[in-house]
């Protein structure tokens, strides 16, 4: 079965491809790559004014399965990937039970493979049962398949267990995603601490309790030279932290969510529950500064930090809703609006959704070279659509983006050379 | 004018004009309290239910005295604010009660913005009886009724509120509502109880009372909310005493007229002696007494209907 | 819409009334002895100060005079919105006393029977009275007044207007058509 893609403009950072090119799938893998490319017996797919760029990766997803498939499982999320033109995302282990377990990362992966719309990485526990405690059996889960190890939702508490699930990971050739909190500076805060908070009457959570847990992230990764993965950086503090760190040599990469580039706490007026997540929306300075992140190479990846909860998780006082938005659907309009705005040019954009992430979870996805799976997505870069809570694919609608205009979209995605998503 | 209000949730939607609408209405009411026959046929027929989430004496009381004197029927309903643990909603106890047809539901609940969350999900009237740390408005309304009676007006008076800003739900409200009729605020307390950008509020921030309190007409002392606090803000209230407790000596700095207002109920002997709590600066029973008499202009205001045509 | 505008009474015609109006009261009551007059604001209130000042030209005796805010004893409150609620000032007990009400125009009563409940909960007169400067007709409760400046018949939908100057003395009573 062949397909051939032609009349569209090729992006592949790796590979540094970026222009008019057509694209020969055959048999689940790119076959060819150029111009002119014919092929008699091959399915056409004419995308004439749209980009086709390897599939997105979105290395920071709740998928919430096993145990919480009220929210979201497998199926709903990896389609929800799908329609947002992601074909490979790793998923986080604060599932029912943790992933940090061998089976734990075999039933996901199968899922996934039989029912799935995306390809899912799992990311394994830290410590056993995320409680901070003990290592989980790092060495067993990275032979089951995940891909990285971070106690995603709760920081490491320990220095000297983070230390250690440093060296141990390392043993294994995994990296560490730290979830960068000082819990103590947390404390009851539900948003960012500033003048919003201080109007709203809510308890505030100050930039340094991330910053204070990057820098000892940071000195761990140093001290045990081992490789760091800092995810959903949010502050100007974290930013700059890590872009001193990458000057000295430090193996660290990053994340930002589109989120923490696009909004300010001022979303959170009105009590909006759904502008409620950890970390929480911050000020335009930090917004700023993430920007430049993204812009200078600080910051490796976008990730959406896909967070689906109930209705009524969200229906409730401030206070007491659940942290998190969904991501997926919405992670490539926000983030071609930094291409439109001048930010990073377009490459960068798509470099930030596919190779790059890909290197850091060290999976072989991400680029179009001849050989590789046929993970596309075809981008409509330009398309103006209106985004409503309810029509999202994933089974839960927590965005605060309802009614926004939304510019850019997944028009097809192919996860090896087969249709999963069809605008 | 006309003010109409629906709901009653904050002092920071409203006018000025709104504001001094509600304390002319309030002097009106006041004179009811002082009769033989407290009570007029105002609201008869309604049903008030006060839907207190948090315990408070004071307030619910006060509430609960100015509906009665209204001629309302008034309902008190203690519930837990762990009602999310027990299982039921915030929505849902409040829709439960309002599928009795209470004309308004006046609420006190921990969570700042919970009175704004009912509002807009209920049909009846919402008033804020305290939300969190959020807006006490009633609070600030009786606490500006209070100062424009002794002082007559309140453009162009110097306030100090001094205390526990961090865990004060009086504090924005008042700020709020001073600042909207005019006059100047400080607030003042130890940089562990000052929650960042207060000034973006329209207040000057003192860290020391003393300089605080030069030369004001009004200082409200904040509560020390034993209740609420964490072991972190203060070392100890002793300490806190000596360095943010209003007493004889430091009072002096302030104007000779200058009166003393406490929204209850007071630490003596922490944020307040009781030379002074009980000395001839203070005008804390009138709080009180004037608390009923705002509430009372608050129910009425907000059970009116829709204006009729002009026949 | 045009609305016509006729003269019922002249300034002179308002004297000449309220005059006659306090003696009627003087007559009525044998004297001023426990009289208190209560206005009911605004207008019979400004009326009431007007018959006060009478009664001390005739009688030489200033009777206690109060003004009463009836908003609060509307009966129709939740259907008018919000109408702004009134001082009642009255600095004298009520008990045992002969109170005469004043009210400029007597419509439907209904004004009058708030005035009477309110006049109730502040203590127990020995009798009320009610002296009214135009009675219109229209009646919705059995109410009758004691001293009536001049009667007049009018439609449902017309209007009396009381014309009052800036020290709140009336000038002149004009019908309203519309």
Not at chain 3, 61 to 72: A, K, L, Y
Not at chain 3, 99 to 119: C, E, K, N, Y
């Amino acid at each position: 079965m062949k397909i051939l893609v032609i009349n569209g403009h090729l992006i592949d950072p790796k590979n540094n491809i970026d222009g008019q090119s057509d694209l020969l799938i055959d048999q689940g893998r790119v076959a060819a790559v150029g111009t002119g490319l014919n092929a008699d017996d091959a399915e056409i797919i004419d995308a004439a004014g749209l980009l086709v760029t390897p599939g997105l990766i979105d290395i920071h997803v709740h998928l919430r399965d096993p145990g919480l498939e009220y929210k979201e499982d497998i199926i709903s999320g990896t389609r929800a990937a799908a329609a947002g033109g992601v074909t490979s995302l790793a998923c986080m282990p604060n599932t029912k039970p943790v992933i940090d377990s061998a089976p734990i990362v075999e039933y996901i992966i199968n899922k996934a493979r039989r029912h799935g719309s995306a390809n899912v990485y799992p990311v394994a526990a830290i410590s056993q049962a995320m409680k901070g405690d003990v290592l989980s059996e790092m060495g067993e889960l990275k032979a089951a398949g995940c891909v990285a190890f971070s106690d995603d939702g709760v920081p490491v508490v320990s220095g000297e267990l983070m230390r250690r699930a440093f060296e141990y990971a390392d043993t294994f050739g995994a990296p560490i995603i730290s979830h960068a909190e000082d819990l103590s500076l947390v404390g009851e805060g539900c948003m960012n601490e500033g003048e919003v908070a201080t109007e709203l009457g809510l308890k505030g959570i100050p930039w340094v309790a991330e910053d204070a847990a990057t820098a000892r992230d940071i000195m761990l990764a140093e001290f045990t030279n081992s490789r760091l993965h800092v995810a959903h950086v949010s502050t100007r503090g974290s930013v700059e932290l890590i872009r001193q760190a990458k000057a000295r040599g430090v193996k660290v990469t990053c994340e930002a969510t589109p989120h923490h580039f696009t909004l300010t706490d001022e979303a959170v007026r009105g009590y909006n529950t759904n502008a409620k997540m950890n970390p929480p929306l911050r000020r335009q300075a930090d917004v700023d500064a993430v920007r430049v992140g993204l812009a200078d190479g600080t910051i490796d990846a976008i990730a959406t930090d896909h967070a689906p909860h109930h209705y009524d998780e969200k229906n409730v006082e401030f206070a007491v809703a659940l942290n998190g938005i969904v991501g997926l659907e919405t992670l490539l309009p926000l983030t071609m609006n930094l291409v439109r705005d001048g930010i990073i040019s377009r490459q960068q954009a798509i470099a930030l959704m596919t190779c790059q992430p890909a290197a850091i979870i060290g999976i072989d996805r991400g680029s179009l070279e001849v050989g590789a799976a046929a993970d596309i997505t075809l981008i409509d870069p330009e398309l103006e659509w209106t985004l409503v809570a309810n029509e999202l694919k994933s089974k839960s609608k927590n965005t605060p983006f309802g009614g926004w205009t939304m510019r850019g979209a997944a028009i097809r995605t192919l996860l090896a050379g087969r249709t999963v998503y069809q605008r | 004018m006309n003010f109409n209000p629906k709901h009653i949730l904050g002092i920071k939607d409203l006018s000025a004009a709104e504001i001094h609408f509600i304390l002319d209405s309030a002097a009106s009411f006041k004179e009811i309290n002082s009769r033989q026959i407290k009570k007029v046929p105002t609201l008869r027929g309604k049903t008030i239910v006060n839907l207190f989430f948090e315990a408070s004496t004071r307030t619910r009381t006060s509430f609960e005295i100015a509906g009665k004197r209204l001629s309302a029927d008034t309902i008190n309903i203690s519930a837990s604010s762990s009602s999310v643990v027990k299982g039921e909603t915030l929505e849902d106890t409040a829709k439960n009660i309002e599928a009795m047809h209470p004309d308004i539901i006046v609420m006190r609940h921990s969570a700042s913005g919970a009175c704004d969350y009912l509002a807009q999900r209920l049909k009846c009237s919402v008033i804020n009886a305290g939300d969190g740390t959020h807006e006490h408005p009633s609070q600030a309304l009786l606490d500006v009724f209070t100062i424009r009676q002794h002082k007559e007006k309140i453009e162009g008076l110097t306030v100090t509120i001094a205390g526990d800003v961090t865990h004060s739900r009086v504090v924005r409200s008042n700020i709020y509502c001073l600042t909207k009729l005019g006059a100047k605020v400080r607030v003042a307390g130890p940089r562990t109880m000052l929650p960042p950008g207060l000034e973006k509020l329209g207040c000057e921030v003192y860290t020391d009372l003393r300089e605080a309190i030069r030369d004001v007409d009004c200082i409200m002392m904040l509560r020390i909310q034993r209740e609420r606090q964490g072991k972190t803000l203060i070392p100890s209230l002793r300490e806190y005493a000596r360095f943010y407790g209003l007493n004889p000596e430091n009072i002096k700095l302030a104007k000779p007229d200058v009166i003393v207002l406490h929204p209850g109920p007071m630490n003596r002997g922490v944020e307040i002696s009781s030379q002074v709590a009980d000395g001839p600066h203070n005008v804390i029973l009138d709080q009180v007494e004037n608390g009923v008499a705002v509430r009372m202009a608050l129910l009425y205001l907000v059970s009116g209907g829709e204006p009729l045509q002009q026949n | 819409m045009s609305t016509e505008s006729v003269e019922i009474l002249d300034l002179d015609g308002v004297n000449r009334a309220l005059t006659r109006i306090a003696h009627e009261i003087i007559e009525k009551n044998k004297g001023v002895e426990n009289l208190v007059l209560i206005g009911i604001r605004t207008g019979g209130a400004y009326l009431g100060e007007q018959i006060q000042r009478r009664i001390n030209d005739i009688e030489s005796v200033t009777v206690p005079f109060g003004s009463i805010d009836i908003t609060m004893y509307r009966d129709d409150l939740a259907s008018r919105g919000h109408l702004a609620v009134g001082q009642t000032d009255i600095r004298f007990n009520l008990d045992g006393k002969r109170v005469v009400l004043v009210d400029d125009v007597l419509f439907t009563g209904r004004t009058i029977r708030a005035a009477m409940d309110a006049v109730m909960d502040l203590g127990r007169p020995q009798s009320i009275q009610l002296a009214i400067l135009i009675d219109r007709g229209h009646r919705e409760l059995p109410i009758r007044p004691d001293y009536v400046g001049r009667n007049l018949p009018t439609s449902r939908n017309e209007q009396i207007k009381v014309d009052f100057d800036e020290q709140n003395i009336p000038r002149a009573i004009y019908l309203l058509k519309g």
